[in-house]
């Protein structure tokens, strides 16, 4: 049986709702609302949040206007009382020199688990997007510039249902070898459950260490926070999380939203585990967020703080 001693005192939360969150919106959201959008979560204390992804303005028109993000987050006004990281998307050697040109300082690219996804996604094999990033490694080492890694449908995948563990820790592994510092592990389409997170945690850190691993669970099953639970007791310090539960993805129909922010770090307030975020700010944040997208909060613990406020 588990004890609070085994969890990590300190976790770092990654928000991905900015990026993740608002790219497959078909209300296109305005750069000073994702400005506004970044301004208020990190007054509610994040350390790090994906800001863009650097892809084809063509392939996701909600982030054609990367440069101009880029250009605002780089502003010495805007960063100087802000000990923040924003992290972009870059899925090739091209997506990579624009982020850089634009004053990214930390890039993440991303593989899949399963070769069908991989395909249907990034139109190449696992092996061969692996291979792809090795010149951005190559130039991220020569520039001194952190990579993190993704990887896609660890728990599933919609063309081929259940991906094994070894699949998963066979691509984590070559992205861990390659350069990546950090790499996150994906339930794309949200069909985890804790015993799955255990093993496939147990199978990844036969070749990754813990710590350089994180977790970003979608919670179409309704179980993203029992997932994120189990990852702490395994001892996982790195979570992603989105504001209000935006997002979703495009290749699973019904896959509902990655698991919201606010609802993690109820969690981990609840278990004594230091994020360094005030929750009654990022509440403020995704509800902002939420009105301009005319939606409800994805959030439970936002909504019942709002129901809170309201009596």
């Given amino acids: 049986m588990s004890n609070l001693n085994q969890f990590p005192e300190q976790v770092k939360i990654i928000e991905v709702g900015v990026r993740d969150g608002l790219q497959n919106e078909s209300t296109q959201v305005p750069t000073e609302v994702k400005i506004e959008l970044i301004n208020k979560l990190m007054a509610s204390g994040l350390s790090v949040i994906e800001a863009t992804s650097f892809v084809s303005p063509k392939w996701v028109p909600q982030l054609a206007d990367q440069s101009e993000i880029m250009a605002q987050l780089t502003n010495p006004d805007f960063i100087q009382n802000h000990a923040v990281n924003f992290p972009v998307l870059t899925p090739n050697i091209k997506g990579f020199e624009n982020a850089i040109t634009a004053g990214a300082k930390e890039v993440a690219v991303f593989a899949a688990a399963s070769e069908s996804f991989s395909q249907k996604n990034i139109n190449c094999s696992i092996e061969q997007s692996i291979q792809r990033f090795q010149s951005i490694f190559a130039r991220a080492s020569e520039l001194d510039i952190p990579v993190r890694g993704y990887v896609s449908c ?21 992205l861990y070898q390659s350069g990546c510092y950090e790499i996150s592990l994906g339930d794309t389409i949200g069909v985890g459950t804790p015993g799955k997170t255990t093993a496939l945690l147990e199978q990844v850190n036969k070749d990754v260490p813990m710590e350089k691993l994180a977790v970003h669970f979608h919670d179409t099953y309704g179980q993203a926070l029992t997932n994120i639970y189990a990852a702490l007791q395994m001892g996982i310090s790195n979570i ?39 929750l009654d700010k990022l509440v403020d944040a995704g509800e902002y967020i939420s009105h301009f997208l005319k939606r409800g909060n994805g959030s439970k613990v936002s909504r019942a703080i709002l129901s809170k406020r309201k009596n």
Avoid: Q, R, W
Wanted: aromatic share 6%; with cysteine; proline share 3%.
């Fill in 240 to 278: 992603d999380s989105s504001v209000a539960g935006l997002g979703g993805c495009p290749y699973a129909k019904g896959a509902s939203g990655n698991v919201a922010t606010e609802d993690v770090v109820y969690l981990l307030n609840g278990l004594s585990i230091k994020s360094g975020v005030n």
């Fill in 154 to 174: 660890v728990m599933g995948c919609p063309y081929e249902g259940d991906i094994a563990a070894d699949k998963v820790a066979f691509v984590a592994e070559k």
